[in-house]
């Protein structure tokens, strides 16, 4: 019998390779592993900080939806008087509605305004009959409670119309500083439905919501036909309300329509109210988990390569085939890559660069510097590099070039060195990339963050901006300042009888006449619906006067075609006129002179300019 012969060598360098390729299956299943837990975190964090990022922003939209009527209620407040809380007949009746119809106008959302005494009776309501009370009414209720604050917004109920709403309220003291009554504004919940059908969500299935104190749903989107009559089961929600944190972000299982979504629910700053924006967890991991199956996919594939020819990938091939990858892949870059050796002169740009600026490879090659070829327009900022080259780091920069054919564009430029083990600099290589569109865009945003999107004018936010800093300017220099306040007379009635795109084309039309009319240097902005404001800077009263006198001439001079066919629509407008006292802070004095001014126009018979 013969002795065991070993095993051929042939048989254990296979089991060598077999063992190699079951090692390098298992560290590439283990890593592609690891790579997809931290996906997956990554995946549902970037869905939370999208969550928070929605929710201040829609936290921050409500806010100013409320903020509106505040400003509103604190100017009435001011303008109340105890006498005012008592229910009154004929022409004293008669003035205070004008007075709130007139105050209605500044805020679309209000539904109805009501007046209550401090015994909770009510005094004065375009809804309900004067004398009802309102005891059972939870606003009422807060009034009487002694707290620091003066504002209240009640949970979601039934108003007279059968519809749910919400009244936000405050107290109005009188100059003893003792309670006298209470203002409130009705707001509807379906106000709150038309601000969120105006917004659009990232996903499908992703969810907003607006909910009270008590939970109560006030609006979501995607919409219900009905508002449920139950309050929401989120226990989160419910414990942010208890509680001092402001946000809380957690994974909810939504009783509507049994989807799992990411929350980002947030307090509204100041106010007892809850904003909520879920996005939807297997719409966020769609991509994760076409991520995992490739993974799945391109391991097996692996396997089978491995298993198959692991010995074409132990020598050169492997380090080959990898430089051939590197050589493709910075062919095909979007992004403009030029290499230089160490003395700057340049060794090769592939094809993105000569997209981007228009200079071919053999344009380049052997004969240009890489400081030169990047900061030939930008000689300042050589230096700057050398000396960031020499020190082994990256060079950053924003750069404004222009291309071979003289097309201007806006790119970033980083320059890295190529090091060699001993710290020398063997190589650089610079990475361009065209940020015109993105420029662009920023500038785009920023316009339409200012603006008014239909007239182009300036909006209410940067409008007072815009007067804070006039009024600052006007104190320092002791310059006039002079603002008009402007609206279009009798509105409604052109709405309702031509439609609202004819409407709009006379909100167009008014804001093109307004700015041709003034000078450059005066700020004219829209504040909402058809009501406008026109900053003077460096005007008195009686300047401002004949200025707003030729707007209203051109105003009144428009013709706008009929839409039902016949003769030519025109129109007119009131102007109330303020100057800026010395005593004035802030706009909000100055803005009541001018409105006062409107309202004296409108009385005394519309198309008129008034001084306050």
């Excluded at 109920?157 to 500083?177: I, M, W």
């Excluded at 309670?179 to 917004?199: E, K, W």
């Excluded at 942010?240 to 909810?252: A, I, K, N, R, V």
């Excluded at 592939?350 to 344009?363: I, L, V």
């Amino acid at each position: 019998m013969l002795p065991p012969q070993p095993p051929a060598r042939g048989h254990g360098q296979r089991l060598k390779i077999t063992a190699f390729g079951i090692v390098i299956s298992l560290l590439l299943l283990l890593v592609g592993g690891m790579e997809l837990f931290s996906s997956y975190r990554s995946t549902l964090e970037q869905g939370y900080n999208q969550a928070r990022i929605d929710s201040l922003l829609f936290a921050e939209w409500m806010q100013q939806d409320f903020r509106e009527v505040e400003l509103l209620q604190n100017m009435l407040a001011e303008q109340l008087e105890e006498q005012d809380f008592t229910i009154r007949d004929g022409a004293e009746r008669t003035a205070l509605e004008s007075r709130l119809v007139r105050a209605m106008r500044g805020v679309p959302q209000a539904y109805d305004m009501i007046l209550v005494d401090n015994r909770c009776r009510l005094v004065l309501s375009f809804k309900i009959s004067p004398g009802f009370d309102a005891n059972e009414g939870g606003y009422c209720n807060a009034m009487q409670t002694p707290t620091r604050e003066d504002r209240f917004v009640s949970p979601r109920f039934q108003g007279a119309s059968g519809e749910p709403v919400v009244v936000a309220t405050q107290r109005v003291r009188g100059l003893n500083g003792r309670v006298i009554g209470l203002i409130g504004t009705v707001i509807r919940a379906s106000h709150f439905q038309q601000l969120l059908d105006r917004t659009v969500v990232s996903g499908r299935y992703d969810a907003m919501s607006f909910t009270d104190s008590r939970q109560q749903l006030l609006a979501r989107l995607p919409a219900l036909s009905t508002l449920p009559s139950t309050p929401l089961a989120d226990p989160h929600a419910r414990a942010l309300l208890q509680g001092s944190d402001s946000e809380d972000s957690y994974e909810l299982v939504s009783p509507l329509d049994g989807r799992t979504r990411l929350h980002s629910t947030r307090k509204v700053e100041h106010l007892p109210l809850l904003v909520s924006v879920g996005l939807d967890k297997s719409t966020l991991l769609q991509s994760w988990w076409n991520k995992t199956w490739l993974f799945l996919l391109t391991w097996l594939l692996l396997n089978l390569l491995l298993g198959y020819g692991i010995r074409r990938y132990l020598h050169n091939t492997q380090l080959a085939d990898a430089l051939a990858i590197r050589s493709v892949a910075i062919d095909h870059a979007a992004e403009a890559i030029v290499i230089a050796n160490a003395s700057g002169v340049v060794e090769y740009a592939n094809p993105a660069f000569e997209r981007m600026t228009g200079y071919r490879n053999n344009d380049v090659q052997g004969t240009a510097t890489l400081d030169a070829l990047l900061l030939g327009e930008h000689p300042e900022l050589k230096d700057k590099l050398l000396q960031a080259l020499q020190a082994g780091e990256t060079w950053r920069g924003e750069l404004a070039s222009q291309h071979r054919d003289g097309t201007p564009y806006q790119e970033t430029v980083s320059v890295a060195p190529v090091l060699s083990p001993e710290g020398r600099v063997q190589h650089m290589v610079a990475i361009k990339h065209d940020i015109s569109n993105a420029k662009l865009l920023q500038a785009e945003l920023q316009r339409l963050a200012n603006t008014d999107e239909l007239t182009g004018l300036y909006n209410r936010r940067q409008f007072m901006l815009r007067t804070s800093e006039e009024i600052a300017r006007s104190h320092r220099w002791e310059r006039p300042l002079t603002l008009a306040m402007l609206d279009l007379d009798h509105f409604k009635q052109l709405n309702d009888r031509y439609g609202h795109p004819f409407g709009d084309e006379v909100l167009r039309r008014f804001a093109a006449c307004c700015q041709t009319t003034v000078r450059l240097e005066d700020v004219c902005g829209r504040l909402g619906g058809e009501e406008f404001a026109i900053l003077l800077p460096d005007t008195d009263r009686y300047s401002a006067s004949q200025v707003m006198e030729r707007v209203r001439e051109a105003v009144a001079a428009l013709e706008l075609n009929n839409p039902l066919g016949g003769e030519p629509v025109q129109f007119t407008v009131s102007i109330g006129i303020s100057e800026l006292y010395p005593g004035d802070a802030t706009a909000t004095p100055m803005m009541a002179r001018a409105d006062a001014a409107l309202y004296l126009a409108k009385q005394e018979g519309r198309n008129l300019v008034r001084a306050g």
